[in-house]
């Protein structure tokens, strides 16, 4: 069993990877250009491998885990909207033995029924949400974060298959996927080429960028399709048959090749199917959803933070390709770990170009023996760049030399360091260059300080200037040092002195996020906060009593005590003060006696209020509130459509409270 050091790096660094991967396929449509791709099969396997560590390994897992989190912020091209109903993603599968687990999972959850479903294409597009008011369309919205996507209406509006107008006069909102035919793209590269303009890679890509283009009249041009798949918010039936259906009666395009099936082995046939006759269709596919078709077992089953429990997507196996590794390039982490790349001969993958793979980290390199001229095979399921899953040493060369961890760190030359436990070779030079920029970034991320106006070329010329060395020497920054650099005008300068300035009053719990504690994601510094109240109670907090904070374990304890009390850091936060950030203290939260005191609490089932408003009513009643129903639990505190949380706890003889008795406990009335 691996040690708890060399687990919690390689937490960190899955959080790492699957954070960045998210951002570039979500929110960089038309970047394809981009180095920083992985393919869907290996990012799954990433998210599943990271799943099983906060499995085993609660205590370890960071606050911002991309397992709870959908995806990263949308750009800002178009207004912003928040979703009334969020746009979750789905969880993935790869084989019909995991489908049938799936499946078993499914009815164990409801009670041992046998649920009906139905499969639908995944077609290989760009989400989005259409909302209509009194029958009418009333705006067009992307994915974005899940919680808030663009405003894309007037180019939703250009897509014919789409009305504009229902057959009722009613509110409905419906989900779909708008993508490109493959006869379309064609056409859009044709003309593309014809003007010397660089080519789109695939329909997905020419999909995405087309739907956000600022021009309509060049939405329009494109020729742009859509399917409808679900109804978040209107006039539901009994089934989701039912509602596609309906979708149909209100004239939406709905695919043809959707299935209703009786058993989960009818939907193993039909993922057969269509993984063998996917090019017959004038569209791309990466894969099958399954559905349970009854929405009463829906609301049974419910959700996870990120995906609902009643679908699936089952992908299609990952295509391969044989390449060349020719070099490899290090990047350097705001930790000092370096990251290696590798460089490949380009090689035509799932109608993209791949040059380029990330390795994670030197432990990788080693498990695979890779060498410099090694032929490597890639494997690719969707837009992403690949992973090397393997490498044919019996055609190596003699004289092939083996790739080894630096013996420096690669932008600031000091000493590369492996620490035993750690997987990761670290640069120990606290003042690095891509470390400080790194670190600069966090600062201003939206999570964290949320100064959007400061990138990180902007950041690499305040450098060169010698302007900036550490975060807190933004505020410094004056209009004129600003006025000097490259794509710095007047409104420029002004917008990034406007933003800084702005992020000088700040929460307790964003500065305490945006200093980068190892481990303390924007949930523990929340937490942190409500704790202390104060910066300087924090600063001072000793390690046990900082450990002896339910949520916050051992490790990150340690992080967090050996961080305040590193003179560096120190003298960083007092010049962060000195120059006018102040964060704003914090009520402490105060636990109070009631008979929740030191009890084991559960919720379940949809509450009249948001579950977090009920987990902090009940810490501060001094409950302990945790997720999965045991023989320790105390108390299931139930709301409508309570799943088998509420008949394992029959079975185990747990009281059962509502609302009412949950609210008499907090006032001490029993």
């Given at each position: ?12 660094k ?109 077609i ?15 705006a067009?919205l ?7 996507g ?52 695939n ?22 399709d ?17 509602n ?38 004038p ?17 049974q ?136 920029i ?5 600062y ?46 007047d ?53 046990l ?81 945790s997720?999965s ?33 949950a ?8």
């Amino acid at each position: 069993m691996p040690s708890l050091p060399t687990t919690q790096a390689r937490i960190n660094k899955l959080n790492s990877i699957i954070h960045q991967y998210n951002h570039s396929y979500y929110c960089s449509f038309e970047s394809e250009t981009s180095h920083l791709r992985c393919n869907d099969e290996n990012y799954d396997s990433l998210v599943r491998e990271l799943e099983e560590l906060e499995k085993q390994y609660p205590e370890l897992r960071l606050e911002d885990s991309p397992t709870v989190y959908v995806i990263d912020k949308p750009n800002t091209s178009f207004p912003t909207r928040k979703h009334k109903i969020p746009m979750l993603s789905l969880g993935n599968i790869y084989s019909s033995e995991e489908l049938l687990k799936w499946d078993g999972d499914i009815r164990k959850r409801l009670g041992g029924q046998k649920p009906k479903y139905v499969c639908e294409l995944k077609i290989d597009g760009v989400a989005v949400s259409l909302i209509y008011k009194n029958g009418l369309l009333e705006a067009g919205l992307t994915r974005g974060d899940g919680s808030q996507g663009e405003e894309i209406t007037s180019n939703i509006k250009t897509i014919s298959s789409l009305p504009l107008m229902i057959n009722e006069k009613s509110d409905l909102e419906v989900r779909g996927e708008v993508y490109l035919k493959r006869k379309n793209f064609d056409a859009i590269n044709y003309l593309r080429k014809i003007n010397g303009d660089t080519l789109f890679k695939n329909p997905r890509n020419s999909a995405a960028g087309s739907i956000r283009l600022l021009d309509s009249t060049e939405t329009r041009k494109r020729k742009l399709d859509a399917f409808i798949y679900n109804i978040a918010d209107g006039k539901l039936q009994e089934t989701h048959t039912g509602n596609l259906d309906y979708l149909s009666q209100m004239k939406f395009p709905v695919n043809s090749e959707t299935k209703h099936v009786e058993t989960i082995e009818e939907a193993v046939e039909y993922c057969r199917y269509w993984e063998e006759h996917k090019q017959d269709l004038p569209y791309d596919i990466d894969g099958i959803v399954i559905k349970v078709n009854s929405l009463k077992h829906h609301r049974q089953l419910g959700l996870t933070s990120s995906s609902p429990r009643w679908a699936t997507a089952v992908k299609f196996s990952a295509e391969q390709a044989v390449s060349v590794l020719k070099e490899v390039e290090i990047g350097v982490g705001r930790t000092g770990n370096l990251i290696p790349v590798a460089i490949l001969e380009p090689v035509e993958l799932n109608g993209t170009t791949v040059s380029r793979a990330t390795l994670h980290n030197y432990y990788q390199v080693d498990r695979l023996n890779l060498h410099f001229g090694d032929y490597v095979t890639l494997e690719k399921g969707g837009e992403i760049i690949p992973k090397i899953v393997s490498v044919d040493p019996t055609i190596r060369s003699a004289t092939a030399q083996k790739i080894e961890p630096p013996d420096n760190c690669p932008a600031c030359g000091s000493r590369a360091v492996h620490k035993t436990g750690e997987v990761d070779w670290r640069c120990q030079n606290k003042n690095c260059k891509a470390q400080q920029i790194e670190k600069i970034l966090h600062y201003v991320s939206r999570k964290a300080m949320d100064i959007d106006t400061i990138g990180p070329a902007l950041i690499d010329q305040l450098m060169e200037k010698n302007l900036l060395h550490n975060a807190a020497d933004l505020y410094l920054l004056s209009h004129k040092d600003l006025s000097g650099l490259d794509r710095m005008g007047d409104k420029s300068s002004n917008n990034v002195i406007a933003g800084i300035d702005k992020s000088r009053q700040c929460t307790l719990s964003k500065f305490i996020h945006a200093l980068g504690i190892n481990n303390v994601g924007e949930k523990t510094a929340d937490i942190l906060a409500q704790n202390f109240g104060t910066l300087e109670k924090l600063m001072y907090a000793e390690e046990l009593e900082l450990e002896n904070i339910e949520e916050i374990g051992p490790i990150t304890a340690k992080n967090i005590f050996c961080f305040f009390r590193d003179p560096e850091q120190k003298q960083l936060i007092s010049e962060f003060l000195e120059r006018g950030v102040q964060p704003k203290d914090e009520k402490i939260l105060q636990i109070s006696d009631s008979a929740f005191s030191g009890k084991n609490v559960v919720m379940t089932g949809t509450l009249s209020e948001p579950r977090d408003v009920w987990k902090k009513r009940l810490k501060q009643a001094g409950a302990n509130v945790s997720s999965s129903v045991s023989s320790k639990t105390d108390y299931l505190l139930v709301g409508d459509n309570a799943g088998t949380k509420l008949l394992k706890a029959e079975k185990l003889k747990v009281k059962v409270l509502d609302e009412v008795d949950a609210i008499n406990f907090l006032e001490n009335k029993y």
